[in-house]
């Protein structure tokens, strides 16, 4: 009697689901989080494509990335390349947010 009791207790946990979102469907359509990307640079014009097009290529809803640049003192092309991007990309983003100095304070 006791093992047909723990047989249909278990046949009933089963049915349930295990994980929570099993039990749950209605939470699984839940927007995923906002995140911040900081990108901050320097002198990076050698890496910053590469970088950058990996940003691009993210597997996670743009909508829900706010991006935050800041950028100063460069020698060569961060600046240009950096503001550049972000001028394009701001459409698809949640927010952009870009903070360059050329010149100390």
Aim: no cysteine.
């Amino acid at each position: 009697m006791l093992l047909r009791f723990l047989s249909v207790g278990a046949l009933v946990l089963l049915a349930e689901g295990y994980f929570s979102e099993e039990m749950f469907p209605e939470e699984s359509k839940m927007q995923p989080p906002t995140v911040v990307i900081a990108i901050l640079a320097r002198n990076s014009a050698h890496s910053l494509p590469y970088y950058l097009g990996a940003l691009e290529r993210l597997n996670y809803p743009k909508d829900r990335v706010s991006v935050w640049a800041a950028t100063d003192h460069n020698t060569d092309n961060t600046t240009a390349i950096l503001k550049e991007w972000l001028t394009y990309m701001q459409k698809f983003y949640h927010d952009v947010e870009w903070r360059p100095m050329d010149q100390p304070t």
